[in-house]
């Protein structure tokens, strides 16, 4: 019984590593599952970056994105335990120095981890965390801390600052000493630094990052960063990303290995809505998920499910704990960050090791829903081609902008339905729709339709009828040629 249920899980791996690597932008990557009984099954599947010189190897490391915002809540959580950090604390009265948004409230570390800071999704136009932060006052704030989940990773840049301070250490020392060390997690980095480049398996991107990508298209090797925030400072082999999930999944070693209470803790605060769950490829049925301390969490039909995916330039990561079933998912690609295909991989995963687990895997199985097609991994592009513009101001601001920025290197602005609109072929912190700029009494625009949005653009100066260039929360564009086919 228990070898046909391994082989079972076994050909599933190889399955979907097989699809990945034919239907998604990806060169390689590796995948496991853990079961309740302690068996951990995993598999390698590709090359090692896109110049296939050699195979995915038991050793390779891969950035594991926001999923670090896991392990930046564990290591809160441990503080929390040890008296030396509290949720509720101002995030001010442990960074004097650090200026809130125009409009802003002052903020907690609870509001931090649940991203409901009202602060903008990040600002990609500096590297270093300190530098990120004191980005933050020349922005503007959205809404009432508390008020409305919006993701954040300038909030989470901004925590690790905070737990730097409150631990002693810094950020790197503290994820080793509470979290990765404690859990066995040997191959881990806590920081990704120059010295540690021939550890990375080298990352994956579109060869273009002017047009969406298309399977068959070419691909690159990533350029290299050095991300050191809570946002996304992890990387780890696959063997130490299933003991993540593992212990995620259960509540007895997680006990053992971090502490009683630590990991529960990452529910203790729920923020009003969740990241939302993939809706292609077979997954199971979950609503109303909402987003807890560093971690989705979602009510299935049998039970909760953590998740949480990582998306980094040349990097996808997804990592699934299902504590009803005793399950842990762990999916690591070179790949395009943007591209949710680690997500698809982990949840497709998911609902085979709940068939195979049968009946004893929860109080009521969940049935999955949806099933993955070659379209799964990478739909086709079907948004309408833009309209004349009605107006001066809007020629003015129609057209291609460019920056040095790799998370958000290119976007057009077009009008579709009479409505401006910054479309993003890719990047991993560009809208992965078209996304609608609207006008505000200041000149500028507001990214996104909904008022409480906290992003904003500014075109100019204007040349000739036509802005020279775009300011997007700091980070500055030019304007350049419209992309050729």
């Not at 496991?32 to 390698?44: E, I, K, Y």
């Not at 999944?249 to 809505?273: D, Q």
Request: aromatic share 6%; proline share 9%.
């Amino acid at each position: 019984m228990t070898a046909a249920r391994d082989a079972g899980l076994t050909n599933a791996l190889r399955d979907l590593g097989a699809q990945a690597l034919r239907y998604g932008p990806v060169s390689g990557g590796a995948a496991a599952v853990t079961l309740p009984d302690g068996t951990r099954l995993s598999h390698r599947f590709g090359t090692a970056g896109p110049r296939g010189d050699r195979a995915v190897g038991p050793e390779d490391r891969f950035e594991i994105g926001s999923v670090s915002k896991t392990i930046a809540a564990l290591v809160t959580s441990v503080l929390v335990g040890e008296g030396a950090l509290g949720l509720d604390d101002d995030v001010q009265g442990w960074l004097p120095w650090l200026r809130l948004p125009a409009g802003g409230s002052p903020v907690t570390v609870a509001h931090l981890l649940t991203h409901t800071t009202g602060w903008i999704s990040g600002n990609d136009a500096v590297p270093g965390e300190l530098a990120q932060a004191l980005t933050l006052g020349d922005t503007a704030a959205g809404s009432a801390p508390g008020e409305r989940f919006h993701y954040s990773n300038l909030g989470y840049v901004v925590l690790g600052l905070v737990l730097a301070r409150a631990g002693g250490a810094s950020l790197a020392a503290l994820t080793e000493r509470t979290v990765t060390a404690p859990l066995g997690m040997t191959g881990a980095l806590a920081a990704v630094a120059g010295a540690e480049r021939p550890r990375l398996c080298p990352g994956t991107v579109p060869l273009r990052d002017d047009v969406p990508w298309q399977p068959g298209e070419p691909l690159a090797e990533a350029t290299w960063l050095e991300p050191a925030g809570a946002d996304g400072h992890v990387a780890c082999t696959i063997e130490d990303f299933a003991i993540l999930a593992e212990t995620l999944a259960s509540p007895e070693l997680a006990a053992a290995r971090l502490g009683v209470g630590v990991r529960e803790r990452l529910w203790s605060r729920l923020a009003p809505g969740g990241e939302g769950i993939l809706d292609r490829g077979r997954r199971i049925a979950i609503v109303g998920d909402r987003y807890g301390l560093g971690v989705n969490v979602e009510p299935a039909p049998h039970g909760r499910v953590l998740s949480h995916g990582g998306g980094m330039v040349g990097y996808g990561a997804f990592l699934l704990a299902d504590e009803a079933a005793g399950i842990g998912v762990a999916v690591q690609l070179s790949a395009p960050g943007e591209q949710p295909v680690a997500e698809l991989f982990a949840r497709d995963l998911h609902a085979r090791a709940l068939g195979v687990l049968g009946s004893g895997a929860g109080p009521s199985p969940a049935e999955p829903v949806g099933e993955t097609t070659p379209a799964s991994w990478c739909p086709a592009e079907t948004r309408p081609a833009g309209e004349e513009p009605r107006d001066e101001e809007l020629r003015a601001i129609v057209g291609s902008y460019r920056s040095y920025s790799p998370w958000f290197p290119v976007f057009r602005v077009l009008v579709v339905a009479g409505q401006p609109v910054l479309r993003a072929p890719g990047g991993v912190e560009a809208p992965g729709e078209d996304t609608p700029l609207v006008r505000l009494p200041d000149g500028g625009y507001r990214i996104g339709a909904e008022p409480w949005l906290p992003e904003r653009i500014r075109f100019g100066p204007i040349i000739d009828g036509r802005a020279a260039g775009a300011d997007r929360d700091g980070c500055r564009y030019a304007r350049v040629a419209d992309p050729r086919p």
